[in-house]
């Protein structure tokens, strides 16, 4: 249950107000349903007293009548209310949470981000933040409610029957309701942690089977995988059906428990009328005040049920919204304007092995481009490219050596300011769904139509994009639509709008014939002048765009230095 509460704290914060109108109008709704069975028990044994004693028309039938209809009424509509301020409040702070999420994972080092662009990830996130609607709806606010109106019952019974069946009330509703809500959330924490994890590989089977259903068919094995989802499906239903169980048992636990609730209060009411203490009618109004608050715990069964993928859920979401900034706050700030340096990027004796590995990737490198510079890294796979490309990024951290941006350690950069001033396009970049307008927007907010042309033609791809039907053109998941060529020139136009000062491209011109790849490397020159550009190539045309080229070889040997 700790786990929850920072949740509660985030939505609470924001959305006190609606939250407060909403848990006030559920005590509303509770306490009416009890006044509402209270009164027409006390009524209607009123009026069957009365007509025997023979003054039934002495008996005032209107005003408890006009009261059964003013609680009707008045519980419909704060029901009502109810369910609107607290899913509307909800629903908006689970947005923002939304938001905090992807804001918190930018904060992340990149040498994390590979990993969360993962489908499973991604889905995980969307599951867990689902999850968390429960905390407020099925949990708290009806525990509030529960709690509150049985105090206020307990304080209207003593002051109108008498205080032995409050005592009677308390002993015996709260431990049973303890009892039962204790059980079903034990019991059904591993199932419905179970669930999730059964959920997540589901959908991920699914999405795979849709994805390689033409190889799988080829090869005769789309039954296998077939067999294989719903192997993932059956431990799903396992486990929501042992949920179903639990809940059930604790539904059963609560009937017990308030058929003693109100069994004991009838006795009592019936002792204390016997002995003159009370009149049969306020006994009635007892026993029927005591049966209905069985509603008041009848929300939490499903909260209680649900609260093991709850708490999972908040782990995992507290843990992202509290990622620090990659840079440490005790490292020194670059300004936003750092000095021109004779060197945008310098990497000195620098060294980097990966983890498990034998020999380093990267041994004893040396490389400086200076502003307005374009380097070739040229050398067969493994030689370390890539590599080289994400040290100069922070991605990774070097074993040995130094790296300076525009002069500055590499260490110095805060995160931010760090990316302001480097952009990398990696070998594989994600394109969204949306217009073409909004895949360009994501790296310069509120971007002008002039400026959204102006790159494109950078990248030789502003015929291609008027033709499909301008900015506003839709792109499917992924970018479909576009060609792989079209769609990394897309990527590199979203890259170039950031006007970096180090340009990092991995094998930019990928998928594009000799002609067009010149084009697109002298756009983008001519886009960013002043701009270091270092890139890993393979291609001719990028080795004739660059002003030098700098020889890697497999493993080692990077200190020969640049042709």
């Known amino acids: 249950m700790r786990a929850l509460f920072p949740i509660v704290r985030r939505i609470w914060a924001q959305e006190w107000w609606s939250l407060l109108r909403g848990a006030a109008l559920s005590v509303v709704v509770l306490v009416a349903g009890i006044a509402l069975l209270g009164l027409s028990g006390w009524f209607i044994t009123a009026a069957g007293i009365a007509g025997l004693a023979g003054a039934g028309l002495m008996f005032d039938m209107f005003r408890p009548s006009a009261g059964v209809r003013f609680l009707a009424l008045g519980r419909t509509a704060a029901r009502y209310g109810e369910r609107i301020l607290t899913h509307d409040a909800t629903l908006r702070s689970l947005a923002r949470l939304r938001v905090q999420l992807l804001a918190g994972l930018a904060r992340s080092p990149f040498s994390r981000l590979p990993a969360l662009r993962a489908s499973e990830q991604l889905n995980r996130i969307t599951r867990d933040v689902d999850a968390l609607d429960g905390i407020a709806l099925r949990l708290f606010i009806p525990i509030v409610a529960a709690v509150t109106t049985l105090v206020a019952t307990a304080a209207v019974l003593w002051f109108l029957v008498d205080r032995a069946l409050v005592v009677w009330l308390i002993a015996s509703y709260v431990p049973g309701a303890a009892a039962a809500l204790g059980f079903v959330a034990w019991r059904s924490r591993r199932p419905s942690r179970r669930s999730r994890l059964a959920l997540n590989a589901f959908r991920m089977r699914v999405v795979d089977l849709l994805q390689a259903r033409t190889e799988l068919a080829v090869f005769g094995k789309i039954g296998a995988r077939a067999a294989h989802v719903m192997t993932a499906e059956e431990r799903m239903r396992d486990s929501l059906g042992q949920i179903d169980r639990m809940e059930r048992a604790g539904g059963f636990v609560l009937s017990v428990t308030e058929t003693i609730a109100t069994a004991g209060a009838l006795l009592v009411g019936a002792l204390l009328a016997e002995r003159g203490v009370i009149d049969p009618a306020l006994a009635a109004l007892g026993f029927f005040a005591t049966l209905a608050l069985a ?100 991605m990774v951290a070097p074993d040995d050596g130094s790296i300076a941006i525009g002069g500055f350690p590499l260490e110095n950069w805060n995160e931010p300011e760090l990316r302001g001033a480097v952009t990398l396009l990696p070998q594989r970049s994600a394109l969204l769904s949306g217009s073409i307008r909004e895949a360009l927007a994501l790296a310069r907010p509120g971007l002008e139509d002039r400026d959204a042309w102006a790159v494109l033609a950078a990248v030789a791809l502003d015929t291609v994009i008027a033709e499909r039907g301008g900015l506003d053109s839709r792109l499917g998941e992924a970018g479909a639509g576009l060609s792989g060529g079209e769609s990394r020139r897309l990527a590199l136009a979203r890259a170039l709008l950031r006007h970096p000062t180090l340009l990092l491209l991995d094998e930019p011109t990928e998928g594009l014939d000799r002609t067009t790849a010149k084009r697109v490397l002298e756009g983008m020159r001519r886009y960013l002048p002043d701009a270091a550009i270092l890139l890993a190539s393979h291609r001719a045309a990028e080795r004739e765009f660059v002003d030098r080229i700098h020889t890697l070889s497999p493993v080692g040997g990077q200190r020969h230095g640049s042709d």
Request: charged residues 20%.
């Open 295 to 394: 509603e008041t715990l009848a929300p939490l069964r499903r909260g209680m049920a649900e609260i093991g993928r709850m708490t999972d859920a908040a782990r995992r979401v507290e843990r992202m919204l509290q990622t620090p900034d990659a840079a440490p706050s005790n490292k020194a700030s670059v300004p936003a304007s750092a000095p021109a340096s004779d060197a945008a990027l310098s990497m000195d004796d620098v060294c980097f092995t990966h983890d498990g590995a034998a020999a380093p990737i990267v041994d004893h490198f040396f490389l400086t481009v200076a502003p307005g510079e374009a380097v070739a890294l040229v050398g067969p796979s493994g030689s370390g490219k890539t590599t080289i490309l994400q040290l100069a990024t922070r």
